[in-house]
Nanobody, 123 residues
């Protein structure tokens, strides 16, 4: 499966963005999809994960109540709606597809990756 992330940009604190992760290939609903982010000088961290059907979702504590992950398997797309953005959310955001549903799964256990999209939140 090939992934393409989009939707990043520059936004003021308190604003919103919606990231999209468009997939090509068959049986997209078979894949778990995770959103990761990496800020300069920091390790890549898992932000949210959704299972193949979309019925299970998990979030890292720092984004709970502000970010929502969803998917439309008919469109082969996973979304990350980000509200109440903070400067600490500034990072490159990546989507990844794999086979195991686990928010704590290390990034290097996801076999498929999108190219990343920059999110910058100004104070």
């Amino acid at each position: 499966v090939q992934l393409q992330a989009s939707g990043g940009g520059l936004v003021q604190a308190g604003g919103s963005l919606r990231l999209s992760c468009a997939a090509s290939g068959r049986a997209f609903s078979n894949y778990v999809v995770g959103w990761f982010r990496q800020a300069p000088g920091k390790e890549r961290e898992s932000v949210a994960v959704i299972n193949g059907s979309g019925g299970s979702k998990s979030y890292t504590d720092s984004v709970k109540g502000r970010f929502t992950i969803s998917r439309d398997n008919a469109k082969n797309t996973v979304y990350l709606q980000m509200n109440s953005l903070k400067p600490a959310d500034t990072a490159i955001y990546y989507c990844a597809a794999g086979y195991r549903y686990n928010l704590g799964l290390p990034w290097n256990e996801y076999p498929y990756w999108g190219q990343g999209t920059q999110v910058t939140v100004s104070s």
